[in-house]
């Protein structure tokens, strides 16, 4: 399991709480083998190391494949849980365990495209060796053998599918994190000068990229750089 734990584990293990009525929250991650937990995020009231009269705790397991690598835990001031509050809680305790995955993605990501490149070399290699062993096969090799090798070994050599598709993707997902990351910014502007919400922020540059018909990076980015401007 990573270290490196999605930052959304936070504010939907916040929002769960509060709409449960939970006094706290804490997401521990798991060592498998050792069965040790190490808090990884936490709020309001801890959870207690033993019971504690008027407290009660609800936990989660969290998942990664079959091993259950964390545990979610919410702690209650009254007992028993309400059947709503506990319903609340299985409800996104779900949607968080989906979210608690999100750190296997890279290895797996990393683990596929490994096993793709490792293939694509093995036919590739394949290739250039039937053809290189036909041509010395031939009982009369064509004169112009070396340059009919040198072609197909640059035919075969080019960037492959793998290649091709990552590099695509990569560029796709660079520009979306960027364009998110300018719409985080302008949202946090609005809400600064005008009291909106983070809802209504993002509604306000959508209408504004509709209206101008600009995107909306590029409508966030204008923002940014006004705002930047009347600062001076």
Known sequence: ????????????????????GASGFTI?????????RQVQFGWGLPV??????????TSFPLRAGEEVTGVLAFVFREAPISHQAQSRLEQIAGAIE?????????????RHAARIGELETELADSKIADR???????????KDAIDTIVRHVES????????????????EVER???????????KAVLQSRY??????????????????????????????????????
């Open 1 to 20: 399991m990573s270290s490196e734990l999605p930052r959304s584990l936070h504010p939907l293990a916040l929002l769960a709480a509060r709409e449960a």
């Open 28 to 36: 521990y991650q798991c060592d498998p083998a050792s069965g040790q």
């Open 48 to 57: 207690p190391e033993a019971g504690e009269t008027g407290i009660t705790v």
């Open 98 to 110: 989906e979210v608690w995955r999100l750190s296997l993605v890279p290895a797996a990501y990393a």
């Open 132 to 142: 290189a062993r036909g041509l010395l096969d031939s009982a009369a090799p064509p």
């Open 156 to 171: 075969v050599l080019r960037p492959g599918q793998l290649g091709t598709v990552l590099a695509q993707l990569l560029q």
């Open 176 to 186: 979306e994190i960027a364009e998110r990351e300018l719409a985080t910014r302008a």
């Open 195 to 232: 009291g909106m919400s983070e809802d209504q922020a993002h509604v306000h540059l959508r209408l504004v990229s509709r209206k101008s018909r600009k995107r909306l990076r590029d409508v966030a980015r204008d923002l940014l750089e006004e705002t930047a401007l009347s600062g001076r």
